[in-house]
């Protein structure tokens, strides 16, 4: 998934605000996890669903609120959790020369 892909950025933009202290490993995370991707995926989609629940009929909006809701810190917690059992390791060229 390219650093430009906009379904990438949007997702970051999201872990910015809900994960900051996690967003660096995220986001290799996302490149190289696809069940991560996934969960990041649902996320997106229960926050768009949270925000629009307005639109629906009265009769469920509470429901659905609190539903969407509820969905959303899981899988806030769910990513966090993933990032911290993550086994990606930041690896760094060494601009030493070889001995």
């Known amino acids: 998934m390219g650093a430009?892909?906009?379904?990438?950025?949007?997702?970051?933009?999201?872990?910015?605000?809900?994960?900051?202290?996690?967003?660096?490993?995220?986001?290799?995370?996302?490149?190289?996890?696809?069940?991560?991707?996934?969960?990041?995926?649902?996320?997106?989609?229960?926050?768009?669903?949270?925000?629009?629940?307005?639109?629906?009929?009265?009769?469920v909006r509470e429901v659905r609120r609190q539903e969407y809701g509820s969905l959303v810190e899981w899988l806030i917690e769910e990513i966090g959790d993933a990032v911290l059992r993550s086994k990606v390791v930041s690896l760094k060229r060494s601009t030493d020369p070889m001995p």
Do not use: W, Y
């Open 4 to 59: 430009g892909n906009p379904e990438k950025l949007a997702i970051l933009a999201l872990l910015e605000v809900h994960l900051p202290e996690h967003l660096p490993l995220a986001r290799r995370l996302l490149d190289v996890d696809e069940n991560f991707h996934s969960m990041c995926q649902d996320l997106a989609a229960a926050i768009e669903a949270l925000t629009n629940v307005d639109l629906l009929p009265v009769s």
